[in-house]
Nanobody, 124 residues
Framework: QVQLVESGGGLVQAGGSLRLSCAASGRTFSSNTFGWFRQAPGKEREFVTAISRGRVFTDYADAGKGRFTISRDNAENTVYLQMNSLKPEDTAVYYC?????????????????WGQGTQVTVSS
């Protein structure tokens, strides 16, 4: 089992920045890829970004390209999501996820472990 705990969400004005953190514990060595997803009220959970264990790849959905940056500290078992130039449409609950499978994955069904989520609200 892998436990994931997100933090860093909050209320920010449009154009501002937030840095989300995802602390992983448990059998973290079994997790090859970490991803961030988000879910706005009334909408499906959507892929934001992902990073592989050895930083072999990073992947970004179009909505976050150029504004969001994913990174990971393997020594600390922590994954980060730096979000800049935030827009009101970025408002959502952001979830950290981990998968044991190899390779990139954009579907939430391909991830095995999930955090509880952290709320990000961007005011206009």
């Amino acid at each position: 089992q892998v436990q994931l705990v997100e933090s860093g969400g909050g209320l920010v004005q449009a154009g501002g920045s937030l840095r989300l953190s995802c602390a992983a514990s448990g059998r973290t060595f079994s997790s090859n890829t970490f991803g961030w997803f988000r879910q706005a009220p009334g909408k499906e959970r959507e892929f934001v970004t992902a990073i592989s264990r050895g930083r072999v790849f990073t992947d970004y959905a179009d909505a976050g390209k150029g504004r969001f940056t994913i990174s990971r500290d393997n020594a600390e078992n922590t994954v980060y999501l730096q979000m800049n130039s935030l827009k009101p449409e970025d408002t959502a609950v952001y979830y950290c996820a981990a998968r044991t499978g190899v390779g990139n994955a954009r579907s939430p069904y391909q991830y095995d472990y999930w955090g509880q989520g952290t709320q990000v609200t961007v005011s206009s």
